[in-house]
């Protein structure tokens, strides 16, 4: 079956950096969008930043030049690099692989960000 397992969330002071990993399993992953999300307490899940399968990305303006999403085909993963993280960066994290009308999640890794 699918499987989105992400990992490297934890605790880190403002300004820190943090990778994040999501390797999958089940899916051709070359072929499909990945992408991260966060969902932060009392707030909906929001984007973060997608990745497609021929490796154009795009960013949330409120990550953008200090977060970058990345992928290895190779390993079936999925990486989203966090630099000067803030306090308002603490979110559960998920991963997300999307093929046409197919979309699988993970569990999510806890960031947080403390000041």
């Known amino acids: 079956q699918v499987q989105l397992v992400e990992s490297g969330g934890g605790l880190v002071q403002a300004g820190g950096s943090l990778r994040l990993s999501c390797a999958a399993s089940?899916?051709?992953?070359?072929?499909?969008?990945m992408g991260w999300y966060r969902q932060a307490p009392g707030k909906q899940r929001e984007l973060v930043a997608t990745?497609?399968?021929?490796?154009?990305?795009n960013h949330a303006e409120s990550v953008k030049g200090r977060f970058t999403i990345s992928r290895d085909n190779a390993k079936n993963t999925v990486y989203l690099q966090m630099n000067s993280l803030k306090p308002e960066d603490t979110a559960v994290y998920y991963c997300?692989?999307?093929?046409?009308?197919?979309?699988?999640w993970g569990q999510g890794t806890q960031v947080t960000v403390s000041s």
């Open positions: 990745i497609t399968s021929s490796g154009s990305t």
């Open positions: 089940g899916i051709i992953f070359s072929i499909h969008a």
């Open positions: 997300n692989g999307r093929y046409y009308t197919n979309s699988y």
